[in-house]
């Protein structure tokens, strides 16, 4: 069974919701699924009457997990985004636990897009979000243009590259996806296989090697992903 993915607009209010479920969706934003290092039911950014946003989500429990990054951004691509908090410890308890951020590095009539990085033990993480606020207390400005959640490569940065590049994609529901690198004879130099348990938006560092570890020389290539049915591909250059 598939995850769901729900978001809430209000942007005339300057309010975004971000619900991550597991397999069911109640009114209460209630989980049901097996165990994962966090199971976060509610991520809510709220513009305050002092040019501020406050955010404030809700774990319904936490396992091995050494807290949270808020990411920022004024476009609703992960990649544009930056780090704007320290960590935020997490509780690691198996009861609900309730979290508040507050961001004082906003301007009137902006819009912003903000992400949840939940750090673990090991290093490793997932992202939830994004989450959009128009700090616009006037209602002018229009509303924030809503994210692009569909399945498929989002970016490669920097590109061209040399000799890293991080390809950005973002899969809409829990799926298998397969990232692969060619040349321009189409012979097959890279591949990346990531199963997700989640929607959401991730990235892969690629190093300018093939799979036997050879760096690739300057040229045009080709990423293709393909996930489920769906296919998808960009081209990158890398130049030394």
Known sequence: MKKVLVIIWLSTLGIGLFAL????????FQITEETLPVELSSFTATATSENQVRLQWTSQSETSLAGYYVYRAQAAELWNAGIISA??????SSSQQSYVYDDHEVIPH???YYWLHGLELDG??????????NVN??????SVPQPDLSTGIKSIY???FNPHSTIGYYVCDATEANIRIYNTKGQL???????HSRAGAFE???DGKDANGKDLGSGLYLVLMQSGKQVFSRKMALVK
């Open 137 to 142: 207390h006037n209602d002018e400005g229009g």
């Open 21 to 28: 479920t597991g397999y069911s969706v109640s009114n209460e």
């Open 204 to 206: 892969i560092l690629f």
């Open 124 to 133: 490793s993480g997932q992202f939830y979000g994004p989450i959009a606020v």
């Open 110 to 112: 902006g819009s912003y």
């Open 158 to 160: 920097p590109n061209p």
């Open 87 to 92: 960590l935020i410890p997490a509780a690691n």
């Open 189 to 195: 130099l890279r591949e990346y296989e990531r199963s």
